[in-house]
């Protein structure tokens, strides 16, 4: 069965900086894909950008980028020019090509902006 | 607006009852999917389905039950058998399965459940 980690239960920026998120996982399929949503106080789960594990090239959203090492089976996201609505628990997710199609979620990690 | 309407925002369940979740989708989604989530927990399968009038057990199913009757709709059942159902529920919606593997889940707003 897969497992996704991620190592860092909190993490906090300033507002205007960058941080990266940590997350592995493990896995013996070769195709497959990863998600990052964002869970803001509001509870509702937001998807923050995806990749597909055929593709070599990182997935890039506006300020949102990820450092996805196949090999490594490493899958960081990168938050550039923080904002304070940036504040949010952020879960990594990895999803099997075919079959139920599940998500399979990281504990996730709580972000705080400090302004 | 297309999206995924769950209800009640909050649920109580007495000893003993068993209480239903709504989740409705107008996005035209074959697959949906019930989670729970639990504080320091990520999201944990229960139950999804694929087509109408088809579910499976997911990861927790125990003590719950689903049903798919129309496209639009997947009520979850949290029974008495569920000795612990306090948690967080979210619903979601994906895309068909064929041609449209890449498509993320979309998630409702989701329902907390508490016990009296």
């Known amino acids: 069965a897969q497992t996704v980690t991620q190592s860092q239960p909190e993490m906090s920026v300033q507002e205007a900086e960058t941080v990266t998120l940590s997350c592995t996982y493990d896995?013996?399929?070769?195709?497959?894909?990863l998600f990052w949503y964002k869970q803001p106080p509001s509870r509702q789960m937001i998807l923050v950008i995806r990749?597909?594990?055929?593709?070599?090239q990182n997935a890039t959203e506006n300020r949102f980028s990820v450092n996805f090492q196949k090999a490594a089976k490493s899958f960081s996201l990168k938050i550039s020019d923080s904002q304070l609505g940036d504040a949010a628990m952020y879960f990594c997710a990895y999803r099997s090509q075919g079959g139920s199609e599940k998500l399979v979620f990281g504990k996730g990690t709580k972000l705080t902006v400090n302004p | 607006d297309g999206g995924i309407t769950q209800s009640p925002k909050y649920l109580f369940r007495k000893e003993g009852q068993n209480v239903t979740l709504s989740c409705e989708q107008n996005l035209n989604h074959d697959a949906m999917y019930w989670y729970r989530q639990d504080p320091g927990q990520g999201l944990r399968l229960i139950y999804y389905?694929?087509?109408?009038?088809?579910?499976q057990k997911g990861d927790i199913a125990e003590g719950y039950s689903v049903s798919r009757e129309k496209k639009e709709s997947f009520p979850l059942t949290v029974t008495s058998a569920q000795k612990n159902p306090t948690a967080f529920y979210l619903c979601?919606?994906?895309?068909?399965?064929?041609?449209?593997?890449?498509?993320?889940?979309?998630f409702g707003d989701g329902t907390r459940l508490s016990i009296l």
């Open positions: 896995t013996s399929e070769s195709d497959y894909y």
């Open positions: 979601a919606s994906k895309r068909g399965l064929t041609g449209f593997s890449n498509q993320p889940q979309h």
């Open positions: 389905s694929q087509i109408v009038n088809d579910f």
């Open positions: 990749q597909e594990a055929y593709k070599q």
